[in-house]
């Protein structure tokens, strides 16, 4: 019976002492709401919009962090692209809505709604926002350029 109450102690200690990593793990990803455990692009590969100009899902196989964000690539040669030169291959404003950031918010983004210009990547949140978006694209640029300096930190609840 002794031995029964240790292991059962030992199972209830292991399973605290797991659960208690994966709390502390999850509250770090959130210290000052740019961390996401979710992948960037809703784990679309950003280096499909350039090479085959169209969204692809990405596999948890073929991953890369950039600027606190992970993305997930179709291929190993997509994430050797991506890895040799982010910044030509990420989503701008972290893969948040161009127009939302243009408007200081931080809304999520529809893989499908995308343009590059001027070989960057921009993403929109909807069929809507993107044609209001596209109405005056470089204005709306220009605007969120700016306000990504004052929001990039912040979380979108605090927008």
């Known amino acids: 019976m ?6 059962g102690s030992k199972l209830f200690a292991l399973v605290s002492l797991l659960i208690a990593f994966a709390a502390n793990g999850a509250s770090a990803g959130m210290t000052n709401g740019t961390e996401n455990s979710t992948p960037v692009m809703g784990g679309y590969d950003p280096v499909g919009y350039f090479e085959m100009n169209k969204p692809i899902k990405g596999s948890g196989f073929h991953t890369a962090t950039y600027n606190g964000g992970t993305y997930l690539f179709a291929s190993k040669e997509n994430q050797k692209k991506f890895s040799s030169n982010p910044a030509k291959y990420a989503p701008q404003y972290g893969g ?6 243009a408007v200081g918010k931080k809304f999520y983004s529809d893989p ?3 343009k590059i210009v001027d070989n960057k990547l921009y993403l929109n949140l909807d069929k809507d926002i993107q044609s209001k978006w596209n109405e005056n694209v470089r204005g709306y640029i220009s605007k969120a350029d700016s ?10 609840a605090e927008l």
Request: glycine content about 4%.
């Open 147 to 156: 306000n990504w300096k004052k929001i990039e930190h912040k979380h979108p």
């Open 96 to 101: 948040y809505c161009a127009y939302g950031v």
């Open 2 to 7: 002794n031995s029964v109450f240790k292991r």
């Open 112 to 114: 499908y709604r995308w």
